[in-house]
């Protein structure tokens, strides 16, 4: 019986597009809890400002905050939502998203909703961690995590895709 082998280069040809998907982000949904329902985040988010808190700064760059809503924002969720740190009369204050980068030590869902202040590791765009959840008077309705690696900053595809594919899952249809 004779064996077939790949030449190198082509097993390496191969290998490549493996290997970098690897590189881009993962979302897990870590809850979607019974507080959750479509009509629920629309009532309090669809023509609002949603408050969204960012804790942590794994870019240590000025202006992160502002740079994660830009995107939430650009992402759809469904209800015609604005996501910002600073909000207006038209939020709901029983409603917010809370969203920290590289949590140290790490956070429950329920530490995100609580509005204590969260520690955070210094910055290392190398590896980062963010966990966001959609809160309810204290409590969470939706929880997810994102991880990425090797991003150069909050413009860079593969931090934009975490923050979008985070999205989707935090607000689910």
Known sequence: MTQHRLPPLVAFALTVPILAGC???RVVVDDIGIRYSRAEFSAAADGRDLRTVVQGNPFGTPGFDQAVTRIMNRTYVGPRTNFTTNPGPTAKRDYFVSLVFNPSP?????????????PTAAPNP?????????????????AVTG???????????????????????????
């Open 147 to 173: 991880y990425v690696n090797n991003v150069t900053g909050p413009d860079d595809p593969n931090f934009v895709s975490m923050i979008q594919h985070m999205m989707l899952a935090m607000f689910p249809y």
């Open 106 to 118: 790490d956070v429950t869902p329920f530490a995100l909703c609580n509005s204590a202040p969260i």
């Open 126 to 142: 190398g590896r980062i961690t963010a966990r966001a959840a959609f809160c309810i008077t204290g409590g969470e309705a939706t």
């Open 23 to 25: 590189a881009g982000d």
